[in-house]
C-alpha cells in the first residue's frame, strides 16, 4: 500500500522543497520593507484559509506558496490572486526575484470576484502589484460567465471568497517570460498597454482574434477534453501569433492527448496539426473526395480524409475515426471529437 503512494508523496515533497527554497529567498529579497508589517492574526487565518480552498483545487503550488509567502500576495488590504494551474508554473526554472515580479504580477490590489469582474468593460485593465503594470480584462461573455485576462482564461472563478480576498484559478501565465530580456536588462514581464482612463489601447491580438479560443477551451475542457485543452491553452499563443486574422477553424478533439509533457515546439505542431484553418461541418467533410488533403495549421502537413465507408461508417482522417461529429460550434468554429490523437508521425518540419 505505501508503494502505491510513494511516487505522487515523493513528486509533493519535492515540489514543497523547492517552493519552500524559493519562498525563503524571495523572502531574503524583500527583507528591507517586509519587517515592519507582521501579519495580523485574521490577516493570518484568511490566508490559512485561502490556502486550504487552493489545495482542494488542485492548486498546490499557490496553496503552498501562500501558506509559506502570504505577505508576497496580501500586502495590500484587499486583493484578488489570480492562481496559475501548477503545470504552467516554471518554478524551478526561475530566479527567485522573477519568480516573485511574476506571482505579483498574478495579483491585483483589488478585491473582485467573479461577479466583479464580470461587470467590467471588456478592455479595461486592472492593477497588480507589481511595479504598478497593468493586467487587460480581454474578454469578458456576461451570459457564459466567462472572463478571459491578458488572453488567460479563468477557468476557476471563487475558489475563495473571504472579507478582503478573492481567489480564482486561471490556466496559464498572465506574461510570456523572456529570460533574454532581463539580460539586456528589459522587463522579463509583458503587460498590456493601457491608456490613463485604463482601458485597453492597442492590442493586436485581440482585435484579430476573431475565433472564440476561450469559448472553445472551456467548452473542451468541461466536456471530457480536459488534457487537449491544456494543451490548445499552452500553444494558443504562438497560434494568435502566427495566424493573425484567422477568422474560422475545424478543431478535431481527441480524448486523451498524452503530450502536455513534450517540449513546447513539438507540442505547438501536434496541437496544431489537429485544426485546419477553415469551418468544416461533418456533412462537409464527407462530401469532399477520399483522399482530399486537409490544410492543418501546421504548414505543410496536411490531415488525410479517407472517406466514409459506403456501409454507413463513420468517416475516419488519417486513419482515425470522427465519432462525434459536430459536437460544438459556433458561426467561426466548429469541433468534431475524435477516437483518438493523430500522429504526426514523420516531423517533415523539424529539419533544423
Ligand atoms: C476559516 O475557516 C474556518 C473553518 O471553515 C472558519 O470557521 C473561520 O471563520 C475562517 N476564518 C476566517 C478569518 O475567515
Ligand atoms: C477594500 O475594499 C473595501 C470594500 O470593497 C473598500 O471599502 C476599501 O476602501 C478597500 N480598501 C482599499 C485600501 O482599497
Ligand atoms: C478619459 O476620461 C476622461 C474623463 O472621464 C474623458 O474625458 C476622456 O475622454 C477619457 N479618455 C479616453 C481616451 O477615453
Request: hydrophobic share 45%; net charge neutral.
Amino acid at each position: 500500500m505505501a508503494s502505491s503512494c510513494t511516487r505522487p508523496a515523493l513528486a509533493y515533497i519535492a515540489m514543497s522543497a523547492a517552493l519552500a527554497f524559493m519562498a525563503f529567498k524571495m523572502s531574503q529579497h524583500s527583507n528591507s520593507n517586509s519587517e515592519s508589517s507582521p501579519t495580523k492574526p485574521i490577516a493570518h487565518e484568511l490566508s490559512l484559509n485561502a490556502s486550504r480552498a487552493l489545495r482542494k483545487a488542485g492548486f498546490n503550488v499557490f496553496a503552498t506558496l501562500l501558506r509559506l509567502s502570504p505577505e508576497i500576495f496580501l500586502s495590500t488590504p484587499n486583493s484578488t490572486i489570480f492562481a496559475i494551474r501548477d503545470p504552467a508554473i516554471p518554478y524551478t526554472s526561475l530566479p527567485p526575484w522573477l519568480f516573485k515580479d511574476l506571482l505579483q504580477y498574478h495579483t491585483s490590489p483589488l478585491n473582485l470576484a467573479m461577479d466583479d469582474l464580470l461587470k467590467k468593460p471588456q478592455g479595461s485593465c486592472l492593477p497588480t502589484l507589481y511595479r504598478g503594470k497593468l493586467m487587460a480584462v480581454t474578454r469578458i461573455e456576461f451570459k457564459e460567465r466567462l472572463v478571459e485576462i491578458n488572453h488567460v482564461l479563468v477557468s476557476h472563478p471563487n475558489i475563495f471568497l473571504g472579507g478582503p480576498i478573492s481567489v480564482h484559478g486561471v490556466l496559464g501565465l498572465f506574461s510570456s517570460l523572456d529570460p533574454q530580456n532581463v539580460h539586456q536588462g528589459w522587463d522579463a514581464i509583458q503587460a498590456p498597454t493601457c491608456d490613463f482612463n485604463s482601458s485597453l489601447v492597442s492590442d493586436v491580438m485581440e482585435s484579430k482574434n476573431m475565433v472564440e479560443w476561450s469559448w472553445i477551451i472551456r467548452l473542451l475542457s468541461s466536456n471530457g477534453f480536459v488534457s487537449f485543452a491544456i494543451g490548445l491553452q499552452d500553444v494558443l499563443d504562438g497560434i494568435l501569433e502566427e495566424n493573425r486574422g484567422l477568422e474560422s477553424v475545424t478543431i478535431f478533439a481527441p480524448p486523451n492527448f498524452a503530450f502536455l509533457a513534450f517540449p513546447s515546439s513539438l507540442l505547438q505542431q501536434i496541437v496544431r496539426f489537429h485544426i485546419l484553418p477553415q469551418r468544416y461541418t461533418y456533412k462537409e467533410l464527407a462530401m469532399l473526395p477520399a483522399r482530399t488533403l486537409l490544410m492543418t495549421l501546421v504548414p505543410g502537413q496536411y490531415l488525410e480524409l479517407n472517406g466514409a465507408d459506403k456501409s454507413k461508417q463513420r468517416l475516419a482522417i488519417s486513419g482515425v475515426q470522427v465519432v462525434a461529429p459536430d459536437i460544438f460550434s459556433s458561426d467561426r468554429f466548429m469541433i468534431h471529437g475524435i477516437s483518438r490523437a493523430f500522429e504526426v508521425s514523420e516531423h517533415p518540419n523539424t529539419a533544423i
